[in-house]
């Protein structure tokens, strides 16, 4: 059983910036790939980058590429998701997720964070 817990959330103007993070209580958080998922009003949860075991594969969605970065400290048992020149178009619930998959995915995650409130005025 892994928990994932998220932070980092807030309000912020356009063009700004967040670091959201994720820490896991699992003694084997490198055994996960990690991956963030956001879900905006109305709408469907939707992939948003994900980050191999030791970090050397990322993945991003085309509508973040560019603009976040996700990354993960082992030693931490934490995984970030660096945010800039937000759009108002990002405003979301932000999940962070674990999978047993050996390589980043989008789709195959057995644990989820409750989700922190990403907010982005125009």
């Known amino acids: 059983q892994v928990q994932l817990v998220e932070s980092g959330g807030g309000l912020v103007q356009a063009g700004g910036s967040l670091r959201l993070s994720c820490a896991a209580s699992?003694?084997?958080?490198?055994?996960?790939?990690m991956g963030w998922f956001r879900q905006a009003p109305g709408k469907e949860r939707e992939f948003v980058a994900g980050?191999?075991?030791?970090?050397?594969?990322?993945d991003y969605a085309d509508s973040v590429k560019g603009r976040f970065t996700i990354s993960r400290d082992n030693a931490k048992n934490t995984a970030y998701l660096q945010m800039i020149s937000l759009k108002p178009e990002d405003t979301a619930v932000y999940y962070c997720?674990?999978?047993?998959?050996?390589?980043?995915?989008?789709?195959?995650?057995?644990?989820w964070g409750q989700g922190t409130q990403v907010t982005v005025s125009s």
């Open positions: 980050i191999s075991r030791q970090g050397g594969i990322t």
């Open positions: 699992t003694r084997t958080f490198i055994s996960y790939t």
């Open positions: 997720a674990a999978s047993p998959n050996p390589v980043p995915t989008r789709v195959r995650y057995d644990y």
